[in-house]
């Protein structure tokens, strides 16, 4: 199972040193602390693990919420992933000193590599970011790649070629589906300008895309009302809000919750008129295995959704980059 | 350890034959598994897991991500606990049989002890609903004491004395706090019947609360825009929304995790205007043992959100029990 001279080609460096750590030691539990969307993009991480893990559980928390909670499992036999764009995430940076002070394995994702997060941590992943930036860079691909190599290098997992390969090819879906779904971006954002609330809906992987999308994208940065609605919860209780006057995001990713999402479109179509569906079966997925197609789908989906939020702030006239308090107040 | 001929007095006998079980068999995994309401009040649970757990781990999910899920840890070594009201909500109904023809063990909390959810669990442990409700029969004074109870007998944990003993107390609480507060319910219907969102802030155990006033009182009961903000991760994205026009109802629990909600009420006073606060600092909670009080607030929480919802559906001419989809057509 060494990572090194293995059959798997193409693992990221960083990852490799990572993992050849992981395999040394003892882990029956990994940790996905986070803030915002960097706790967003693990959300297919820990539905990967919920999925794929014999043994090792996992949990995911936001990065304070961690440290308060104090897990009492914490401790040397856990793996605890952070990530943080900056590397200045107050809280993620405390986390991972944290989580060290307790025996923890601590691997942290960023674009920084000397910030003070890459500092705290063991082992440091770096990701791209915008504009130099091509799919298996991202953090969403990163994550996963992480994820899946933590499951091969402990427990023998199948799919890490896979996983690494389809990722590999990840940067030609992305594109396609960018010009395949501009129209229909540049659409929506017409349509939908003028609205106080937009809704999301998703289940599985797919949850974290929607509550990136709802969080940082709407709710920070557009200044809308929303909220990420999760499919299966819908149906006991959000559902009563739908109207003809309210819109909704549906995701309809390809992991096994599908049914789920395509349920609370069949509903939302019957009662609702301002829907806006995201379908991956619509993409052309050239190059991503079948075994690992539903873990993939939410990279995509944060690339998608990322347009539908641009094209949102053109039209709005309400720059992505527009605050009220973040970096701007004390908080 | 045996749960009979000890020293905890005064444990629910539903509870007392369902632990007898739990003692005997090999159990690392908690599922926690409900829709809706029946999975806020499970919150405070996987909280008091993470806590005081030694070794076992849990995960809660809505019952159908947790049958497509389906995870792979999923066993004879696990414990599902699953709750409906009225025990016929499908998805839950159709977890139960899918966990115990995974060997799991499954414990049914339910308001009907002949409903098809309580047949197929193989214990069931039932509690009390409106009108003839005492606090230790509430799902919420249940949960807590099941919770705390399989820790007692799997891992010897010293807090289910405390914890017992504590819920029979909780009655006089409930009846202090809902006197307490009755002026201050009054005044928040008056002051936010016409308001079109109204947003919940809360972290730990008392998270639970706050996704369900949002969810199934809000949302479903009241068709009020809202969402169920962790008060961690307000700062990474959500407090963009704050303004003076826009109401948000915050929670100040007991638990470690009370320094995120005081933050996100700090930042609040500053920039918003329309805050209401419950504090469970304010109350009276003669009774309750200190080891477990942030444990059991979340269900006085639940009570006094239940008021809330009243005064509001008095207010607005817009009874608690007006649907338009749920119970009323296909979905």
Not at 39 to 68: C, G, T, W
Not at 196 to 215: C, E, H, K, Q, R
Not at 278 to 289: H, N, P, T, Y
């Amino acid at each position: 199972m060494a990572v090194k001279n293995t059959e798997v080609k193409g693992i990221n460096p960083h990852i490799e040193l990572a993992l050849q750590e992981v395999e040394k030691r003892d882990i029956n539990k990994v940790f996905f602390v986070a803030c915002g969307g960097s706790s967003a993009l693990m959300y297919p991480s820990k539905y990967l693990m919920d999925r794929e893990a014999v043994a090792i559980s996992s949990d995911l928390y936001s990065s304070n919420e961690f440290i308060h909670r104090n897990p009492n499992t914490l401790g040397d036999k856990s793996l605890v992933i952070l990530c943080s764009m900056s590397g200045t995430t107050p809280e993620t940076v405390e986390a991972a000193e944290f989580a060290r002070n307790k025996g923890a394995l601590t691997i942290a994702l960023t674009h920084e590599p000397e910030s003070p997060l890459a500092q705290n941590a063991e082992f440091v992943v770096e990701y791209g970011w915008f504009p130099d930036l091509i799919a298996v860079n991202t953090n969403q691909a990163i994550m996963i790649q992480l994820t899946m190599g933590v499951l091969y290098v402990k427990e023998g997992n199948k799919k890490f070629a896979d996983t690494v390969e389809s990722l590999h090819n990840l940067e030609d879906v992305f594109q396609k589906a960018e010009k395949q779904f501009a129209p229909k971006v540049k659409e929506f954002a017409k349509k939908y300008k003028d609205e106080s609330n937009i809704y999301t809906l998703a289940s599985g992987g797919n949850y974290g895309p929607a509550y990136s999308f709802t969080s940082c994208f709407l709710m920070e940065m557009q200044w809308i009302h929303s909220n990420a609605i999760h499919a299966g919860e819908y149906f006991h209780g959000p559902f009563e809000i739908l109207d003809k006057e309210t819109p909704f995001l549906i995701l309809l990713g390809l992991d096994e919750t599908r049914p789920l999402e395509e349920r609370a479109l069949t509903f939302s179509k019957k009662y609702g008129e301002k829907l806006e569906v995201v379908d991956a079966k619509e993409l052309d997925l050239e190059g991503i295995s079948d075994s690992v197609k539903g873990y993939v789908v939410p990279a995509i989906f944060d690339r998608l959704l990322r347009r539908y939020a641009e094209a949102l702030a053109e039209e709005r006239n309400h720059p992505l980059s527009t605050r009220r308090y973040m970096w701007k107040v004390e908080y």
